[in-house]
């Protein structure tokens, strides 16, 4: 699940393919439910991502849970093809270049499969997507909500920018995933768009890396962990 969330987090530039021609600078706000309660999980897991992007970067955070101090704040330039990962609790931000996310062999393999269920999300059109997501003998399975009608601004210059590694023709408003927790079948973490807000209404350093922060190269330590 972990795997998962991080995955996520790269979303906003996982849509580089699209053909929609309306791109988006500001807020993207996704809000996180389960469709069950996950005994001995409350206050562990997110209730929501939110994702800033901008021509030039673009920056995802965990709101609540472990998940949000354990990950951080992760921003990908693309000026330098970078990936920051900014905790600000320790005051800390480890950087890895795209291009070593794109070469990790153990990155999952997708399936990708077009709908026939169609809907409307904060009034954007969108159709239904049919995911599997394989990482070596477990399979992930999710359903993602598309529209065409508009793409985020960021534009990444290595294929690493899409390292959920997803053919999608849009970006998603709303994804089910199954999650696979023993004994909970049909367990769905729901990832659903709930705000945009223009990057011109946010504060002007929302996607600064602060300049007190010690550098490290590489991965942090907790991220590695479990993988």
């Known amino acids: 699940m972990k795997r998962f969330l991080i995955s996520f987090g790269f979303m906003v530039w996982a849509a580089l393919g699209m053909q929609a021609q309306n791109e988006f600078e500001g807020l993207i706000h996704y809000a996180i439910s389960y469709s069950q309660d996950i005994p001995g999980a409350e206050g562990m897991l997110p209730s929501a991502t939110e994702n800033i992007v901008s021509k030039q970067r673009a920056l995802t955070r965990m709101i609540g849970g472990m998940q949000a101090a354990m990950i951080g704040d992760i921003l990908y330039d693309k000026g330098t093809d970078s990936i ?30 077009k709908g026939k269920e169609k809907a409307t999300i904060m009034g954007y059109k969108c159709r239904a997507y049919e995911v599997e997501i394989k990482e070596g003998d477990q399979v992930m399975r999710a359903t993602y909500w598309v529209t065409e009608d508009f793409k985020p601004a960021t534009q990444g210059k290595s294929g690493a920018t899409n390292i959920s590694g997803l053919d999608l023709p849009g ?3 709303k994804v089910e995933t199954e999650l696979p927790i023993p004994g ?3 367990l769905l973490m729901i990832m659903t768009v709930t705000k945009l807000q223009p990057l011109a209404e946010l504060e002007k350093n929302v996607l600064s890396i602060p300049a007190s922060y010690k550098r490290e190269s590489g991965m942090p330590s907790l991220m590695r962990m479990g993988e």
Request: charged share 25%.
């Open 171 to 173: 970006f998603p408003m």
């Open 84 to 113: 920051y990962i900014i905790n600000h609790g320790s005051k800390k931000v480890n950087t890895v270049a795209a291009s070593e996310m794109e070469d990790d062999s153990a990155a999952p393999k997708n399936k990708v499969t």
């Open 184 to 186: 909970m079948d049909g």
